[in-house]
């Protein structure tokens, strides 16, 4: 399975915004310039993540970007889902039906083919990890980035308002 890099960006986002949450919302300027992107990039990775719940957004000067809910209560597949759509990762057509291999069949085709069944095993293992695990979770296996990243942030604010 391969997805994109919007959700890692995402992911970050999420874990950076967790750690700046006591703050005031997180002007996309500011967030774009964290993780150097280019702010329409970083903008459209960030409003599928707000149309789901997870990340709120307010304009004009006060406004910006910041969690909608508690780090807790975000898990890891909501993000990703909300990214990547929430298609499942193997889609079995049967091509065991076609061609040749499907003359003669037997009572065989009654039943899911073997293939589809540990597909569909092991994505549901996948997303299971992944509802099991939430943005908190992420936040504290990194606990020096939370002062680092406020830290930076604060010089941040202060070099802006010089």
């Keep these: 399975m391969r997805m994109g890099e919007g959700v890692e960006w995402g992911l970050h986002c999420c874990v950076t915004l967790g750690w700046l949450q006591d703050r005031a919302p997180v002007p996309i300027r500011r967030l774009a310039a964290w993780f150097d992107l280019p702010q329409e990039y970083l903008k459209k990775r960030l409003q599928p993540l707000a149309r789901a719940g997870i990340l709120g957004s307010g304009p004009g000067v006060r406004g910006g970007w910041s969690l909608a809910r508690a780090p807790e209560d975000i898990s890891v597949i909501e993000v990703v889902t909300a990214l990547e759509g ?30 589809s069944t540990v597909m569909r095993r092991a994505e549901l293992a996948w997303r299971r990890e992944l509802a099991g695990q939430t943005i908190a979770d992420l936040m504290a296996k990194a606990p020096d980035g939370a002062a680092r990243t406020r830290r930076n942030y604060e010089r941040i604010i202060a070099s802006a308002t010089d």
Excluded: K, N, Q, V
């Design 86 to 115: 929430p298609l499942e990762a193997f889609r079995c057509t049967e091509i065991r039906r076609r061609g040749e291999g499907a003359r003669d069949a037997g009572p065989e085709f009654d039943h899911l083919c073997g293939i």
